[in-house]
């Protein structure tokens, strides 16, 4: 009776050491084996890539597409190379006033949206500053394009963020006066 537990609990654990080295399989040797991030990227549509926060195994982009759509994506590396992975995104919102937010999106990693800055302005979300990325890689034809001539991405990482259910993204000038206010 002894011997046969024995062996029930020794298959369990054979069987749960296949599963996590058939999943590190997956995670370290499956993917897109591309030499560079850049070439990771998604071609399926007319992107123009904007270079956003990155780390060693991760890079973030922020896109225009097609002439109409705005959002971001992220490239990862494992032991093969880079790969493609998830992103979101939405259209243009309509020609935005200065220092005025009308939406703001998230891929659950974090807020991100538009904006057209005047003065010297911070995008505070929940108490915590954006992230403010110039649009300073992207000529003027595609700018006026989109219609975003002098806009900003404005982006925060949500782990920064405590309450990430609610969202109060306010515009703040340098005198600590709220310009406008967002509430999500």
Known sequence: MRTRS???????????????????????????????PEEALPTDHDYIW????????????????????????????????????????????????ENEIKSAHSDNQILF???????????????????????STVSEEMLNLYGIKGYKIWFIDLSLIEDKDHFKIRIINEQDDILNELSI
């Open 6 to 36: 024995m062996r029930i609990g020794l298959f369990a654990i054979v069987v749960i050491v296949l599963s996590f080295l058939f999943n590190q399989y997956f995670v370290h040797f499956s993917g897109d084996r591309k030499s560079s």
């Open 50 to 97: 904007i270079e956003g926060p990155q780390t060693d195994t991760v890079h973030r982009y922020f896109f225009l597409a097609d002439g109409n759509y705005f959002g971001t994506g992220i490239v990862t590396k494992n032991l093969t190379g880079w790969s493609s992975g998830g992103g979101v995104f939405s259209e243009i919102p309509n020609p935005l006033n």
């Open 113 to 135: 949206g538009l904006i057209n800055p005047k003065g010297n302005i911070e995008v505070n979300i929940n108490g915590k500053a954006a992230t403010l990325i110039e649009l």
